[in-house]
């Protein structure tokens, strides 16, 4: 079967192209740029199309006919590729539809990570201790990862980790085997313009799950849900688990919790392999002696970053980019403290993802995002340009640790400047 992803070089779309491939389809697809994505799936020999548009598609389906179409959710009703795969009988669906039947024909088992804060650690550290115990594995993470592709299909695995995203009600597709909650937190007001309305989506999503593990303030948050959970009291989490930053040890845990459910491994070995984990992409990523990136761009996820940034060092300087106005609306007030313990602040314009429909008209400006901090005289407005690289260069030799908090497109600036 020739499988055609539209959007290949995404963080939902590229992993399933991997697995694809795996299980022996022919794979291709399409994208506007290049990513990590794209670029991994092209050293496997993927053909990715940096078009998109009637003709390349029309080009692509005359060299072997396409037999699927998997698109992003971005993709537009009236997209070109779109209206020449329904004009020319070529199925088309989202990428939740594409894995539940991929699970349904495999006959894997789904450990789903869900939640706000946390799904990506978590899925990273399931796969890392699977992978260093020897336990056959198919996955699914969105992001890059050192130990191994970003999605994978091992014929001789019984289980499928997936890291399951609430945007778009994405997980409510699924039925997992167990799900696994390291946070939840409001989020998403373009999605859920409730704070009852994220919840019950959670809820919804636990009552389709055949179990599920998470912490007890998780469950508390959510409540009433189903009985089919088990909840951690947040003390039992060890100091074992030699990682930096009490959220990594809290997703280790739910992680060793997990893998002993589904292994012979017992908890001592599951912490030590978990202590080793090397991290992914975009989550406290070392860019260079001092300098971290981080995808943190929720105050709850900001505040854990900072935590363990402060383990390593007292005196850390964040860089902050805010992501889409419209959830700033919704977050403001919950900025308060979340800085707390930064010795300084730069804070850059929103980022506004392209194609962005958002509806609120007003856009809430660095300084009147600041005016909520607790302690605002810590932050100061700031711009992408030369004066705060400039700024970060003097803090960077006075020994402070560097910390970029974004979802944006500063990671590609600082990375720029890094190199």
Request: glycine content about 6%; proline content about 5%.
């Amino acid at each position: 079967m020739h499988i055609y992803f539209s959007g290949i070089g995404g963080a939902g779309l590229g992993p399933l192209a991997e697995i694809a491939q795996d299980a022996g389809h022919e794979v291709s697809g399409s994208d506007l740029r290049e990513s990590p994505f794209s670029r991994q799936l092209e050293t496997r020999g993927v053909d990715v199309i940096y078009e998109q548009s009637t003709e390349s598609i029309a080009a692509e389906h005359l060299t072997k006919p396409i037999d699927w179409l998997v698109h992003t959710s971005a993709l537009a009703d009236d997209h070109s590729e779109l209206i020449f795969a329904r004009e020319h009988g070529i199925r088309t669906s989202k990428r939740d539809e594409f894995l539940v039947e991929f699970l349904r024909q495999h006959g894997l088992k789904l450990l789903a990570v869900a939640g706000t804060h946390g799904k990506t650690t978590t899925t990273g550290m399931l796969i890392w201790a699977a992978k260093r115990l020897g336990l056959p594995i198919s996955y699914s993470i969105g992001t890059t990862i050192s130990f191994g592709a970003s999605g994978k299909f091992d014929p001789k695995s019984k289980y499928f980790i997936y890291e399951a995203d609430e945007y778009g009600r994405n997980f409510l597709q699924f039925q997992p085997f167990l799900a696994i909650l390291p946070s939840v937190d409001y989020d998403h007001p373009d999605i859920f313009p409730t704070r009852d309305d994220y919840k019950q989506a959670f809820r919804d999503f636990l009552s389709q799950s055949d179990s599920a593990i998470m912490f007890d303030d998780t469950l508390r948050y959510l409540e009433p849900v189903s009985s089919n959970a088990t909840a951690f009291d947040h003390r039992t989490t060890v100091q074992e688990i030699a990682l930096a930053g009490q959220h990594n040890r809290d997703n280790a845990f739910l992680a060793a919790a997990a893998l002993a459910g589904i292994s012979d491994a017992k908890t001592p070995e599951l912490y030590g392999i978990l202590s080793d984990f090397p991290g992914t992409a975009r989550r406290f990523e070392k860019l260079a002696d001092g300098i971290y990136s981080d995808y943190a761009h929720h105050p709850t996820e900001i505040s854990a970053t900072l935590q363990m940034a402060r383990e390593l060092n007292k005196n850390v300087v964040a860089i902050y980019q805010p992501h889409q106005n419209e959830r700033q609306h919704a977050l403001a007030d919950q900025y308060k403290t979340a800085f707390d313990g930064a010795k300084h602040v730069y804070w850059l314009p929103t980022y506004q993802p392209s194609g962005n429909r958002e509806k609120t008209a007003e856009v809430l400006t660095p300084n009147d995002l600041i005016a909520k901090l607790a302690q605002p005289k810590i932050a100061e407005p700031a711009e992408l340009n030369d004066e705060l690289w400039e700024s970060i260069s003097i803090h960077h030799t006075a020994g402070d640790l560097i910390v970029l908090l974004s979802a944006g497109d500063a990671d590609a600036w600082l990375r720029g400047k890094v190199e």
